[in-house]
């Protein structure tokens, strides 16, 4: 037994009073340091909230704060939406007042961007972790300088969500990676936080893409985010159109996330965030192994709310109380491809090598 002497004497008595705690309990009630790195902030725990709808909202995000969450990426300022928003007021303001088109331009550009940017200056004041802004391109266009008003907003960090789905025949794979190249300097130029680029998993070689862009520019990018999650089209036979598949992502979307940041972690000297698939603590401790430094959840959150984090986290530590480990650090990368007692694992591609005996 280990005994703890109580500093308050009773003076009715000889002698201090003293109690006992059992060496487990001792042990059990050590904490645990889920504390890690990513894009250079340090956080208490690997758990961020990625962009989505329901981060576009004070009161929400601080609710997920409040559950234990180490990072909050806000919800993305979309190009695609900006650009269609600006043409609707195009189409339906007539004038001959050529200077009326620039103004009306800036102001639907300016209100946009306003509303991130109070969403992000409201948010620091709430919340004591860190706020990532988010920005969705679609081109390299000029609008990326609103890069730099975010990071005068406050945010901690920005991520660079670039959605390439590589459809066009008549479109070389070179001419669309570029885009990465060409968003990233200009964003790069223009800050001097920490830069996370949210990407495609569609290249024909994607780990010399990332290899490239991890030092394609003079202030690199601190950080990959793997991978965008695309709209996913379906088709109703009854209605004979064309519908909207599951919005949600599932357990088992894990996968294409945990192969790449395995094979890459080791390889590329920059942090790495899992996205896509991460519902509970089971995922989290998955992509901690492959390498990743932090892991983003959304879908999880809408379909089980803001609890769902705290749950996670109370699973990650007795998962590391079950095998001893004090820390975060303790283990990840224990799996990813340079560690693992069978890399080649992560390279299987054909089902016949693993299945070998299926007739």
Not at 31 to 53: E, F
Not at 72 to 101: C, G, R, W
Not at 287 to 311: C, D, E, H, M, P
Request: aromatic share 8%; net charge negative; with cysteine.
């Amino acid at each position: 037994m280990l005994f703890v002497t109580n500093p308050l004497y009773d003076l009715h008595e000889a002698g201090p009073k003293s109690s006992y705690i059992s060496e487990p309990e001792v042990e059990k009630n050590t904490m645990k340091d889920l504390s890690t790195t990513y894009l250079g902030l340090r956080l208490k725990n690997p758990i961020v909230v990625g962009s989505c709808g329901l981060t576009n909202s004070v009161e929400k995000i601080k609710e997920f704060a409040d559950n234990g969450a180490a990072a909050i990426v806000l919800k993305s300022l979309f190009e695609e939406q900006i650009e269609a928003e600006l043409n609707a007021n195009m189409d339906s303001y007539h004038t001959d007042y050529p200077d009326a088109f620039d103004y009306i331009k800036e102001y639907t550009r300016g209100s946009a961007l306003d509303d991130h940017l109070n969403l992000i200056r409201e948010t620091k004041k709430s919340v004591d972790i860190p706020i990532i802004g988010s920005i969705n391109c679609v081109s390299g266009s000029e609008w990326v300088s609103f890069a730099e008003s975010i990071q005068k907003a406050g945010a901690d960090a920005l991520e660079i969500n670039v959605s390439l789905l590589p459809s066009n025949p008549d479109v070389k794979s070179e001419h669309n990676e570029k885009l990465y190249f060409e968003i990233l300097e200009k964003v790069c130029a223009k800050v001097s936080i920490p830069v996370a680029l949210k990407m495609s998993r569609y290249s024909a070689g994607l780990a010399n893409l990332v290899t490239r862009l991890s030092w394609s520019t003079e202030n690199s990018v601190a950080g990959f985010v793997l991978f965008n999650r695309y709209y996913r089209p379906d088709i109703n036979i009854d209605k004979v159109e064309i519908t909207t598949a599951d919005i949600y992502s599932t357990p088992t979307e894990i996968t294409e996330s945990l192969r790449w940041i395995a094979l890459l972690s080791g390889k590329v000297e920059k942090d790495f965030a899992a996205s896509t698939g991460v519902h509970d603590s089971e995922g989290v401790i998955k992509q901690l192994l492959a390498g990743a430094n932090a892991v983003q959840i959304v879908s999880t959150l809408y379909k089980n709310g803001a609890g769902q984090i705290q749950s996670i986290l109370t699973g990650l530590e007795e998962w590391m109380e079950n095998k001893s480990y004090d820390s975060v650090d303790a283990f990840r990368g224990k799996l990813a491809y340079d560690n693992a007692d069978n890399p080649a694992a992560y390279e299987r591609i054909q089902f016949m090598k693993q299945f070998a005996g299926i007739s």
